[in-house]
């Protein structure tokens, strides 16, 4: 039987950034790492290329959420201290409906790539949203 308080759900991420919350967000993408690899071809050797690892890349993470009252400032504050500051730890975790935790993930030197408000229209009425993309140079799960 499956224990159903440990299922990913109706899930929402809490992202925390060196211990200060940035809210919960309704959608994660980007969580992935990419062994990049270097082809080197032997002379004489006409079966296959030799593939070397050469490094790890992790692409960027972008969250989503709808807006609601003053989550956008946190971000904001964040983002209009990067200039001085260095980069910081991140930390995302999974929270089924229930609000109980399922897994995490730590980021190292996360820092903020690009925040995007929710596009004003109001021909097209829906859920107003933002979205936030961070880079990072390491993932390890929690």
């Not at 759900?9 to 790492?33: H, M, N, P, Q």
Request: aromatic share 6%.
């Amino acid at each position: 039987m499956v224990d159903e308080t440990r299922l990913a759900v109706g899930v929402r991420y809490r992202v925390t950034i060196d211990g200060k919350s940035l809210g919960e967000f309704t959608s994660c993408d980007g969580l992935a790492v990419e062994v990049v690899l270097e082809s080197r071809e032997e002379g004489g050797n006409n079966r296959f290329v030799w593939q070397f690892p050469t490094r790890l890349k992790y692409p960027n993470v972008k969250l989503t959420r709808p807006i609601d009252d003053g989550t956008s400032g946190r971000i904001l504050d964040w983002i209009a201290q990067v200039p001085q500051v260095a980069p910081s730890n991140g930390h995302i975790e999974v929270k089924n409906a229930h609000g109980d935790t399922i897994t995490g993930w730590t980021l190292k030197q996360v820092l903020p790539v690009r925040w995007s408000g929710p596009a004003l229209n109001p021909d097209q009425p829906k859920v107003l949203t933002e979205t936030l993309e961070i880079t990072h140079c390491g993932i390890t799960v929690e």
